[in-house]
């Protein structure tokens, strides 16, 4: 896109559905690399990325190219689908429907970088529940708690 000029970043978290905790810390180094590659060869920069067991947190600079919804929609796809070939997990991994995404200009992007490397830390304090909803306050994104994610079926 000539003449167009951007310097958009996104901070996108999504959960394991049912918010299982079936992401493993024996692979998720290989997760974070796989997730990185597909992001980038989308055109889109990646600045961090941490996947907790339950929850995965994508921190990148955001070409428009493409729509974040379709982004977001290729990174769950072939991200389960190539967990599943690795058979990683017992059963069938699926990421959980939907996602919250924010935005941060140039001066917040080593706060918020920091603060996706850190999730280890953070979640010593609270859950990804409390995570996921603290956010969307901060952001004043209202939500009704029912939606929030799916129940076990």
């Known amino acids: 896109m000539a003449n167009t000029f951007t310097q958009l970043h996104i901070q996108v978290v999504f959960a394991v559905k049912y918010r299982e905790a079936a992401i493993s810390r ?3 180094e290989e997760l974070h690399q796989y997730i990185t590659a597909v992001v980038q060869n ?3 920069k990646m600045l961090r990325i941490y996947a907790m067991p339950d929850h995965l947190h ?3 600079g955001f070409q428009p190219n ?3 919804s379709d982004l977001i929609r290729v990174v769950k796809s072939d991200s389960s689908k190539w967990i599943n070939q690795q058979n990683f997990t017992r059963r069938l991994f699926r990421w959980q429907e939907g996602y919250a995404a ?5 001066s917040q992007v080593a706060a918020v970088a920091a603060y996706v490397q850190n999730q280890e830390e953070h979640h010593k304090k609270f859950d990804f529940d409390t995570e996921y909803r603290s956010l969307l306050d901060e952001f004043e994104i209202p939500y009704d708690p029912k939606y929030l994610f799916k129940p076990l079926e």
């Open 66 to 68: 493409q729509s974040l």
């Open 42 to 44: 989308l055109g889109h």
């Open 102 to 106: 924010f935005s941060y200009s140039r």
């Open 58 to 60: 994508l921190f990148f």
């Open 26 to 28: 024996h692979w998720n």
